[in-house]
């Protein structure tokens, strides 16, 4: 049996091993991914993001009880922000949200930010391709921080839950400009912590200003740790998700995510081969040092190590010249 | 005069119309970009960051007040994290520190983050190479968030300092992992909030654990709005950047920065080209539309996008095939 085919069948642990590759971003793994592809397009994708210690893990794991007591199959892709100088392993392989280890129709897995770039959001597309692949209805990606990192969450998410604890001071002031413009669903957390009524006005008032045709999602309070709130914050999702099959708007969504993974899968091949080329192409290794002794520049050294990069540099013989 | 003799004579005008290039991604300031390099090298790189609402602003605007004092010229470079949607305009050229706003001495430049993979980095590390040609001793890059973005201030900066605010709950729990790889100083700011004590106690009994050779930032407590522990904080950067003199891990770092920025410029080239080959290139237009009718695979229409991009794609009649 194919690997693609005995993770189509359920079987973990040859999606734990595809999905280990994806992260090295082993070349074993892309015959296995195309041969995935035409299994997905079921899962329904819930972005769930927020700053550190707010609460997220809580409501993902509320969120999975309730989509398992509806029957569904979810995977949920938790993306780390690890360290680029240690490796990065430590926290990447580690299972969260203990509750749901031993269900079957759970599938959780952590994802390392590597120093790659562009390659996270690859990573964390794919991982959620292989989940849906593997018959889940509903993935979440969950990631930390208020940053590009949202925005690729966004490009790969049909919807998104943006998730604040109740304000200290500046707090709220400084969310909303990232929160205005990201959140599909906006979950004040800690709901029984001082500062909520405040929060959730405040929000509010933030959502009330947006401009006219912008998104303008709820704002919805919630105690995840017991519950309070959770199946408001669930029924908010499976309302946007519903609305999104009339007009087509989920098919363009759809498309919008797959070329968006594309582009990002051509980038990590970009890195891949700059990286290498900075390390061995003869013309790009003497390139920097020229760039040290500053008989060049950045801008200059860059156009080499580009025309080096997509010429295939370093000894592959073509007479490429264009 | 040319632009970046001009820019060196400490024309602001003229700085700000080439930042708004390298914001745009403007061609026009490759060559302004290029003539400055041979200027840069003088200034130190500061990078500031951490999540909204613990106070970043206010300690950059005490440290720059004290660099002032000994007579230094600053530069910030304030990275915002502002919308793919709506243009992210809005913020982009927003001044804040509002306190040195009329000091010739002070120069201050937002950078929004645009939806361009790659270009942030690579904007915020060419604006502080501008600052520096400018004569900037110290450049403070400051960045919210905890994720992908803090790995890139990281490559940009000597130091790196992160803030955080007295925690509530399992917030320093949340924190630890990335703070403990990034950090060359750990500020527990508005420390006259209830939970300093603990937080710091976390903390530094985090930075105990940490393994044998990784670095051990100072844990530093400070209320930036009073300026209580201020000179502290600035003290501990100092006495880093000072450090790194020895040993030439001054320029190794510098050469590492350089070589980062090479490669986020040359990346930047990478996706302009596939942007428009996504839009443009018919062979990539068809691959796509095979891609929507599950004809093919992100994977494989990956490897279409890639090699079509780096042959330039669409019309330009080069003969190749490698």
Redesign the interface.
Known sequence: MSTAEQIRRGDFRAAARLMRWVDDGDGRA??V???L??FT?QARVVGVTG???V?KSSLIDGLIALWREAGRRVGVVAV???????GGAI?GDRVRMQRHAGDAGVFIRSLA?R?Q??G??ASAGTVA?VLDAMGCDRVVIE?????????DV?RHADVTVVVV?P?????????K??VL??ADVLVVN?SD?PGVERTVAELTLAMDMA?EG?RRPAVLRCTATDGTGLREVAAEVERLLRDQEDGGRRDKAL?ER??A???????????AG??AA?RSDPVVVET?QR??R?ET???????V??ER????HAG?G?P???
Chains 1, 2 share one sequence.
Do not use: N
């Open positions: 892309w015959p991914l195309a041969d592809y035409a397009g700053s550190p210690g609460g780390d922000p690890t360290s680029p100088f240690t926290l930010t120093g770039l562009g996270l959001s391709q990631t930390v921080g208020v940053g590009q990192d949202e925005v966004v604890a304000a200290q001071g500046d707090e709220v002031q400084a969310h400009a990232g413009e990201i800690k912590h401009p912008a498309r797959t070329e993974l594309v582009l990002d899968l051509a980038a990590t091949r970009f890195h700059a990286e900075m920097l760039l040290h500053r520049d950045p801008f200059r050294a860059a156009q190590l580009w990069v997509r010429r295939g592959d073509s490429e010249t264009a």
